[in-house]
Every structure is written in structure tokens, then in C-alpha cells.
């Protein structure tokens, strides 16, 4: 073989940092941090994200407003919890399940008066419902501890 027949050796591709001197290079340390901003910032959006109030509606269902006081029931906000069971009912108000979580709502507050008034109401709407041996007992203990 001849010296013509040898290919030259490929072109150096930057400069090669030794692994003893990686965290030196400014950029590389600049990337890294980035990295890890973006990391840390997508992981606390994500986290403080699925504590945020649920998104307004602009149409009219009950079982949108339903879903959304139970959002709200489980974050805690009781009194906006019972604004949007108080929509569902405006929207059907002949439904007792949307009444039963009124009343339940209710009583959580401490409203007993009210807390009583939806369960009555629920049971006047379907006395025939599985649950109403269980609300005409709850009933009966709120009379007492009224």
C-alpha cells in the first residue's frame, strides 16, 4: 500500500474536554442548570396543578356543575361546592341524588336546619330509593342534635 491509497483522518469535531475538567466549561454547566430549572418548574406546575379550582363553564348541564362541587367538595371549598350544587338543582330539580349531596354539604357546614330541608326534600322526591332507610336515620339524628 501506498501513502496515496490512505484516506486522511477525519477532521477534529471541537475540542474534547476531559472528564476531570466536565464542569468547567461554562456552557455545559449553563445547559445543565437549564435542564434542571425546567426539571424543577414542570414538576411544580404539575403539583400545584391538580389543586387548582376547576376551569369556569360556559354551558348548562347538571352533571357538569355536580362534578365540579365535587371538586370543590374534595378541595375543601365547601361554600363554593354548594353554589354549583345549587346550579345542578336550578338546572333539575327533580333529581334526589343532587339533593342528598346538598344535604350532606349541609351538614358538614353545621346547617342543620338546611341539611334537614334537602333531605326531606329528597325524600318527598323518591321515597322509594335504596337510601332512604339511611337518610330517614340521618334525619332522625339531626332532629335530636338540633
Same mark, same amino acid.
Given at each position: ?71 370543590? $367538595?374534595?378541595? =375543601?371549598?365547601?361554600?363554593? *361546592? +354548594?353554589?354549583? %350544587?345549587?346550579? &345542578? #338543582?336550578? /338546572?333539575? @330539580?327533580?333529581? !334526589? ?9 349541609? $351538614?358538614?357546614? =353545621?346547617?342543620?336546619?338546611? *341539611? +334537614?330541608?334537602? %333531605?326531606?326534600? &329528597? #325524600?318527598? /322526591?323518591? @321515597?322509594?330509593? !335504596? ?16
Amino acid at each position: 500500500m501506498t501513502m496515496a491509497n490512505i484516506s486522511p483522518s477525519p477532521a477534529p469535531r471541537g475540542r474534547r474536554i476531559p472528564l476531570s475538567q466536565f464542569w468547567l466549561d461554562w456552557r455545559i454547566s449553563l445547559f445543565l442548570v437549564a435542564v434542571c430549572a425546567l426539571v424543577l418548574g414542570a414538576g411544580l406546575l404539575a403539583l400545584w396543578g391538580w389543586r387548582a379550582a376547576p376551569p369556569p363553564v360556559t354551558h348548562a348541564s347538571p352533571a357538569i356543575h355536580r362534578e365540579r362541587g365535587e371538586v370543590y $367538595e374534595r378541595l =375543601g371549598k365547601l361554600e363554593e *361546592a +354548594i353554589g354549583e %350544587y345549587g346550579v &345542578a #338543582l336550578a /338546572l333539575s @330539580p327533580t333529581d !334526589p341524588a343532587l339533593h342528598r349531596a346538598l344535604a350532606g354539604l349541609f $351538614e358538614k357546614q =353545621g346547617r342543620i336546619a338546611d *341539611a +334537614i330541608a334537602t %333531605y326531606e326534600r &329528597a #325524600l318527598e /322526591l323518591d @321515597p322509594a330509593s !335504596p337510601e332512604a332507610p339511611d337518610i330517614r336515620g340521618r334525619l332522625e339524628q339531626l332532629r335530636q342534635a338540633r
